[in-house]
């Protein structure tokens, strides 16, 4: 699997859990790519920088830059789109009426809590909407590649990064295996790419279970 693939891969399958009439905010990176996925879903999405009805990436014909999504990429908007400042799309949020977040992350914890905004020692990502979404989307959807580029698991038995908010995740999506957080840790519901529970359990450092029965809650 190519790596451009690998995050067209995990939008399209984040695409297939959401459901009409959702409202939906994307985080930066892969998250963003799951606008293109949707089709005739009338998912609603919204940034946090003060757009509710955001459309599909803006191609290159269609770039207009004052029409920007949180990552500052261009995007479109659809018919019914509502636009307004950011105190609003912040109370939007943290007033319980995101249906869904789906967010990137640095590290996933065992028991779904989520780092995605710091690496210690290094000036990159920064302070943004994700601890308003952790708290106050009624799901949380992680949307990354399993592996960070020096080849050390995302998913780890605890967080060495600063968390991001206590509150669990729901599902994490990656290109290796959809994983669900239980009480009893994290379930691989899916395998994606062509490996066994076995070798995956070997790849990330301790034993994962294969549970499809909770796919899709």
Not at 95 to 114: K, R, S, Y
Not at 152 to 168: A, C, D, N, Q
Not at 200 to 216: A, D, H, M, Q, Y
């Amino acid at each position: 699997m190519l790596g451009q693939n690998k995050r067209h891969v995990i939008a399209k399958r984040i695409a297939e859990e959401l459901q009409d009439g959702q409202i939906v905010n994307l985080g930066i990176g892969i998250p963003t790519l799951v606008s293109n996925y949707l089709t005739d879903k009338e998912v609603y999405l919204q940034t946090e920088n003060g757009l509710l009805g955001m459309g599909p990436l803006a191609t290159q014909e269609e770039v207009d830059i004052d029409l920007l999504n949180a990552g500052k990429e261009p995007v479109t908007y659809l018919k019914g789109a509502s636009f307004f400042n950011s105190a609003d799309s912040f109370a939007l949020i943290r007033g319980g009426h995101v249906d869904v977040a789906v967010l990137g992350v640095l590290q996933v914890d065992i028991h779904g809590e989520i780092a995605n905004w710091a690496v210690p020692n290094q000036p990159i990502l920064g302070v943004g909407g994700a601890m308003d979404l952790v708290v106050g989307a009624k799901k949380v959807i992680i949307a990354s590649t399993l592996f960070a580029k020096d080849g050390t698991s995302k998913l780890v038995k605890e967080l060495t990064y600063k968390t991001s908010g206590v509150r669990k995740v729901d599902l994490f999506v990656s290109d290796y295996a959809v994983f669900q957080f239980t009480e009893e840790g994290p379930k691989v519901v899916e395998i994606i790419e062509d490996i066994t529970i076995e070798e995956l359990s070997g790849k990330v450092g301790f034993e994962l279970e294969l549970v499809p029965v909770l796919s899709r809650a």
